[in-house]
């Protein structure tokens, strides 16, 4: 069954945009500029830090990906 679902599979570049996207889309009710710190802490707390190496370099090189939420964090982070 291995190849199935190859189409569907998310690279890891991808699944970290996602998930920099959902927390922050999760965190929005806050109010933009709490959930940019939000988000920054979240990712500073829990993701490795070759996550949050690849998030920043993903950030500059893909700028449109991410929602404006979490891409302030992502800045957030990399002035760090």
């Known amino acids: 069954m291995a190849g199935a679902h190859d189409s ?5 570049a991808d699944r970290l ?11 929005e009710a ?6 940019v710190e939000m988000t920054a802490d979240h990712i500073r707390q829990f993701w ?3 996550m949050r190496q690849r998030i920043v370099q993903l950030a ?5 990906a991410l929602s404006p939420i979490a891409a302030a964090a992502i ?6």
């Open 17 to 27: 945009v996602h998930m920099a996207n959902q927390i922050a889309r999760n965190l």
């Open 75 to 80: 800045e957030r982070i990399a002035a760090a």
């Open 30 to 35: 806050e109010g933009d500029a709490r959930a």
């Open 60 to 64: 500059l090189d893909r700028p449109g």
């Open 8 to 12: 569907d599979v998310m690279s890891t």
């Open 48 to 50: 490795d830090p070759l």
